[in-house]
Structure formats: structure tokens, C-alpha cells
């Protein structure tokens, strides 16, 4: 709806943004051309400058005006000199009523049962951020209707084709949701103290929340937590406005590592040290810190691992299959007597195989245990240590590999400006 000479007046002003906000499909907002009628232009002035109407200019507060993403970040004076230069605008700009000109208006009957449209009927800006419990997304995670995806960042999860398409299945379950971040609360946080506590929770914008079924906009709302000291991951934050990424998180990194593991033994010795090097869709954070996601998540880490590495590999380092009792060895024994047979003191060794070998053992304590599934909010900072002392160690196996004579002047495919640790 556009609001131009002849469509509106100054005593109608009011009345037709809170009516364009609340009738539109999205939420937007009422456009004024260059040419608006002078007299609109004051009474739109007046508005702000009472708190009533906020003003979305294209150059200084979103590139598309027309969905508020948020509360305006400016000053009354500042929305209204936007006003006072609309006439040489080359666009026009958009007004949205505050929620000071909301209260009292009757959410629309067509938002009933869904709590985050109803909050954007409320003033709620479509990229204001809602947080949650990681455990929201268990049941997506765990049903096979839906396709779910791990990034170190975040998050993404859709009905699938297949579902999407059979009638036989709920309408009210044929949801998505593609861009979900992770937060995290840090204040409670000591590095080198398993025990401190990493919260992460689970950020979302108001306005996709908005466009899932009531049914499960209730079901969020269930999970629904405080923002109080919570912030979006920054790189997370970076590619949903529109930016590149200034770096990659801890499960990235690993793959980047066994991908230039590979490269530096195909270098050395004519064959790559792992069989896969893509990441499992469904592998990344735990959502819930129980001892079941914990033993779920190690036995995933070790198939990327031990379990990954090839024999013929350490065959064609020269490494023996058996040791000196005739007894078949494992591939990180192998690994292990390969480079300490390369003149590395043992402790130096013992060291850096330290991570793959904590992965294998606590691998083999729920094969052959059983084990109650407890929660305990340590795992949450235990994951995030594991899988900084795992790159670490692979890093420095590929600085030990790159010394090699056939690998001079070699160079890893990817160098982030930064390695996130969570």
C-alpha cells in the first residue's frame, strides 16, 4: 500500500499504518513516496516525535523497508530528518506504528493460538532474536520426516519432500525453520574448568517463528527462555546479515584437518591416511547434556577417527600390522609407533595421540557397560575441550607431516582468519 497525495490524510495517518501492519501478510509497513502530500509528511513527524510511528529508510536502517527488522536503531530527531528529506529521497521510506501505538489494538483473530505472530502484531521486529533450550530441536532431530542439519554455528531443520507431500501426515507438523542460530551465556565460563558451566541455547527470528503452525509455535513457546546475558554466535550472526563468515567453529576445523592429514600422507606416501572425509549431516553439538547424547556423540568421533584411518595407509609408511608378540594392532597404535620410529620422543608422542586415545576408551565404556543416562551440564564444556584438544593435535600431526621432503611447499586448501573453539 502505497501513501501517496491523494490516499490518506493527516487525521487518518495513525490509523493507516497500525492497519497496513496488521492486514499485511508480513507485517509492513506503510510506504511513503517523494511525492507524499506535504501535510501527511508533518503529521508523520508529529507521530515519531510522540513515540507513536517508527521510520525505515533503505540506505541507513535495513535494505528492504518494508519489513522492520527490528525496533529503529535511531533517534527520534534522527527518523525525522529522513522525513524532512523524503522530497529528494530516490526511494521513499516505510512507517510502522510502536508498540506504544499498538497497545490496546486487538491482535488480528487470525493470529489466535500463535504466540510469536501475535508478538510481531505486538511491535516485534521480523530479525529480533528468541531464545530457547537446545532440547526444542530433539524432536526434529529424532523424527525421519524431518531433514536436519548440523553447522557449528547453528542449525537447520525442514519437513522433507516425502512428508511434505503425503496427506496422510498432520498439516500442523509440515514446519521449517533454516535459520537457526546457537547462543551462549559465558558468564559462568572458566577455560581450563571442566566443572564451569557453558550455557547455549538456541537463537531464532521472531519473524520465522511467526510462520510455523500454532501447534508448534506453542511448542517453542514451551521452551522459550530469557535473553538475559545470552548473545548470537558472531559468525552465525555475520552470514544471517549478509556477511561472510570471519572464521570456522571446532567441527569445521576438524574436517579441515583429517582433509590436510590426508593430502600431506597421499604427499609422503602415495596413499590418503583416511577413507571419508565428509562430516555426518547429524553430527555436531549435543543438544541435551545427557550421558546418552555424550556416548552417541564419542561413538560418531571415533568412527571419523580411529575407525577412519586406513591400514594400507600405515602399509605404505612402512609400519608394521603386528607387533612384536604376533598380535594384530590397532590403527592408532600404528600411527603411534610410526612416528615415534621417526626419532619423536615418547612423551611427545604419548601427547599428542592423547585425544584419539580418551575418544577410544570412553567408546568402549557403553559397548560394554551399562550405563545410566544421567544429565550432567558438564558435557556441554567437556564436548567443547575434547574437540579443542583433538585439532590441536591433529594441527600439529599435519606441521609434523608438512616437514616431510615430498610435502615442501605445501599448503592447506583454507586458512580462516579464525578458529572458533564453540
Given at each position: 500500500?502505497?501513501?501517496?497525495?491523494?490516499?490518506?490524510?493527516?487525521?487518518t495517518?495513525?490509523?493507516?499504518?497500525?492497519d497496513r501492519?496488521?492486514?499485511?501478510?508480513?507485517?509492513?509497513?506503510?510506504?511513503?513516496?517523494?511525492?507524499?502530500?506535504?501535510?501527511?509528511?508533518?503529521?508523520?513527524?508529529e507521530?515519531?516525535?510522540?513515540?507513536?510511528?517508527?521510520?525505515?529508510?533503505?540506505?541507513?536502517?535495513?535494505?528492504n523497508?518494508?519489513?522492520r527488522?527490528w525496533?529503529?536503531?535511531?533517534?527520534?530527531e534522527?527518523?525525522?530528518?529522513?522525513?524532512?528529506?523524503?522530497?529528494?529521497a530516490e526511494?521513499?521510506?516505510?512507517?510502522?506504528?510502536?508498540?506504544?501505538?499498538?497497545?490496546?489494538?486487538?491482535?488480528?483473530?487470525?493470529?489466535?493460538?500463535?504466540?510469536?505472530?501475535?508478538?510481531?502484531?505486538?511491535?516485534?521486529?521480523?530479525?529480533?532474536?528468541?531464545?530457547?533450550?537446545?532440547?526444542?530441536?530433539e524432536?526434529?532431530?529424532?523424527?525421519?520426516?524431518?531433514?536436519?542439519?548440523?553447522w557449528?554455528?547453528?542449525?537447520?531443520?525442514?519437513i522433507?519432500d516425502?512428508?511434505y507431500?503425503?496427506?496422510?501426515?498432520?498439516?500442523?507438523d509440515?514446519?521449517?525453520?533454516s535459520h537457526?542460530?546457537?547462543?551462549?551465556?559465558?558468564?559462568?565460563?572458566?577455560r581450563?574448568?571442566?566443572?564451569?558451566?557453558?550455557?547455549?541455547?538456541?537463537?531464532?527470528?521472531?519473524?520465522d517463528?511467526?510462520?510455523?503452525t500454532?501447534e508448534?509455535?506453542?511448542?517453542?513457546?514451551?521452551?522459550?527462555?530469557?535473553?538475559?546475558?545470552?548473545n548470537?554466535h558472531?559468525?552465525w550472526?555475520?552470514?544471517?546479515?549478509?556477511?561472510?563468515?570471519?572464521g570456522?567453529?571446532?567441527?569445521?576445523?576438524?574436517?579441515?584437518?583429517?582433509?590436510?592429514?590426508?593430502?600431506?600422507?597421499?604427499?609422503?606416501?602415495g596413499?590418503?591416511?583416511?577413507?571419508?572425509l565428509?562430516?555426518?549431516?547429524?553430527?555436531?553439538?549435543?543438544?541435551?547434556?545427557?550421558?546418552?547424547?555424550w556416548?552417541?556423540f564419542?561413538?560418531?568421533l571415533?568412527?571419523?577417527?580411529?575407525?577412519?584411518?586406513?591400514h594400507?595407509?600405515?602399509?605404505?609408511a612402512?609400519?608394521?600390522?603386528?607387533?612384536?608378540?604376533?598380535?594384530?594392532?590397532?590403527?592408532?597404535?600404528?600411527?603411534?609407533?610410526?612416528?615415534?620410529?621417526?626419532?619423536?620422543?615418547?612423551?611427545?608422542?604419548t601427547?599428542?595421540?592423547?585425544?584419539?586415545?580418551?575418544?577410544?576408551?570412553?567408546?568402549?565404556?557403553?559397548?560394554?557397560?551399562?550405563r545410566?543416562?544421567i544429565?550432567d551440564?558438564?558435557f556441554?564444556?567437556?564436548?567443547v575441550?575434547?574437540l579443542e584438544?583433538?585439532?590441536s593435535?591433529?594441527?600439529e600431526?599435519?606441521?609434523?607431516?608438512?616437514?616431510h621432503?615430498?610435502?615442501?611447499?605445501?599448503?592447506?586448501?583454507?586458512?580462516?582468519?579464525e578458529?572458533?573453539?564453540?
Open positions: 500500500m502505497n501513501a501517496g497525495k491523494s490516499d490518506l490524510t493527516p487525521n495517518l495513525a490509523k493507516s499504518v497500525v501492519y496488521l492486514t499485511s501478510r508480513d507485517f509492513n509497513g506503510l510506504y511513503l513516496p517523494a511525492d507524499a502530500d506535504p501535510h501527511v509528511v508533518d503529521k508523520a513527524k507521530l515519531v516525535a510522540g513515540g507513536n510511528l517508527q521510520v525505515m529508510v533503505s540506505e541507513v536502517d535495513y535494505p523497508p518494508h519489513i527488522p525496533p529503529s536503531r535511531r533517534t527520534a534522527s527518523q525525522i530528518a529522513s522525513l524532512e528529506d523524503l522530497s529528494t526511494y521513499g521510506l516505510c512507517l510502522y506504528p510502536t508498540p506504544l501505538a499498538l497497545k490496546g489494538v486487538r491482535v488480528p483473530a487470525r493470529l489466535k493460538g500463535q504466540p510469536f505472530a501475535a508478538a510481531l502484531a505486538k511491535g516485534r521486529g521480523t530479525l529480533e532474536l528468541a531464545y530457547f533450550c537446545a532440547d526444542v530441536l524432536p526434529y532431530r529424532n523424527d525421519p520426516r524431518y531433514h536436519f542439519r548440523y557449528d554455528f547453528g542449525v537447520e531443520m525442514g522433507g516425502e512428508a507431500l503425503d496427506e496422510s501426515e498432520l498439516e500442523r509440515k514446519v521449517s525453520l537457526l542460530g546457537f547462543a551462549y551465556d559465558l558468564s559462568g565460563y572458566e581450563k574448568d571442566v566443572n564451569t558451566p557453558i550455557v547455549r541455547r538456541v537463537a531464532a527470528f521472531y519473524g517463528l511467526a510462520k510455523l500454532p508448534h509455535q506453542q511448542r517453542w513457546l514451551s521452551y522459550q527462555v530469557t535473553e538475559d546475558g545470552l548470537p558472531p559468525a550472526w555475520m552470514t544471517q546479515m549478509g556477511e561472510w563468515a570471519d570456522i567453529g571446532p567441527f569445521d576445523h576438524l574436517f579441515l584437518e583429517i582433509e590436510n592429514l590426508n593430502a600431506l600422507w597421499q604427499g609422503a606416501f596413499q590418503p591416511l583416511f577413507t571419508h565428509e562430516r555426518p549431516q547429524d553430527f555436531g553439538w549435543i543438544l541435551r547434556p545427557s550421558q546418552r547424547e556416548d552417541e564419542i561413538v560418531q571415533d568412527k571419523v577417527l580411529s575407525e577412519n584411518i586406513r594400507d595407509a600405515l602399509d605404505a612402512g609400519t608394521p600390522r603386528k607387533d612384536s608378540h604376533d598380535q594384530a594392532m590397532g590403527t592408532l597404535t600404528r600411527l603411534a609407533n610410526f612416528i615415534e620410529g621417526k626419532g619423536i620422543d615418547k612423551a611427545v608422542v601427547d599428542l595421540m592423547r585425544p584419539l586415545r580418551e575418544i577410544r576408551r570412553a567408546r568402549q565404556k557403553p559397548a560394554h557397560a551399562l545410566t543416562n544429565t551440564k558438564t556441554v564444556h567437556r564436548q575441550a575434547l584438544d583433538l585439532n593435535a591433529l594441527t600431526l599435519g606441521r609434523w607431516l608438512s616437514t621432503p615430498k610435502n615442501r611447499g605445501w599448503k592447506s586448501s583454507f586458512e580462516p582468519d578458529y572458533y573453539r564453540m
